[in-house]
């Protein structure tokens, strides 16, 4: 997990791109100090479940009003009696090379040109799954 509205990217080459002989800067004023792992919604129900109606709803607590939209769910905050979570984060901090994926499609008409991109993580809404298609000056969301 990293701020992302704040240091976008690769938090340690802020800035600048991220390449195998990059100069690194200091990340431990950006890096959340508290634990954090993402999970599934479906990992998510039981532990909602178990907090609802124990101390503070989410509503209250978020100064922006955004509360996640799992039906059912006030997302409240705990504790609540006889819960108990342990979480394990095992990291191994390593800089690792990434990819983009590009494929061509030959076609028959020289004048048009068909752009189909994606992301194959899920950090915004939709996910892998929102995929965007641009043929001339129209853009399709799908």
């Known amino acids: 997990m990293q701020f992302l509205s704040t240091y976008p990217g690769d938090p340690s080459t802020p800035g600048y791109p991220s390449r195998e002989n990059s100069i690194r800067a200091d ?8 634990p954090s792992i993402p999970i ?7 532990l909602f479940a178990a907090l609802e109606g124990h101390g503070i709803p989410g ?4 100064r ?5 939209a799992i039906k059912g769910s ?3 905050s705990g504790p609540a009696p006889g819960v108990t979570l342990n979480v394990q984060n095992m990291m ?5 090379p990434i990819w983009n994926s ?3 499609i030959n076609g028959t ?12 993580d899920a950090w915004i809404i939709g996910g892998a799954g929102m995929e965007t298609w641009e043929i001339f000056d129209k853009t399709y969301k799908c």
Request: aromatic content about 6%; proline content about 4%.
């Open 27 to 34: 990340m431990s004023n950006v890096l959340p100090r508290i």
């Open 40 to 46: 599934s919604e479906k990992d998510a129900l039981p």
């Open 59 to 62: 509503a209250e607590v978020n």
């Open 64 to 68: 922006t009003g955004y509360v996640g």
């Open 74 to 76: 006030s997302y409240s």
């Open 92 to 96: 191994e901090e390593v800089f690792t």
């Open 102 to 104: 590009i494929g061509v």
């Open 109 to 120: 008409n020289a004048d048009e040109t068909i752009i189909i991109g994606n992301h194959r």
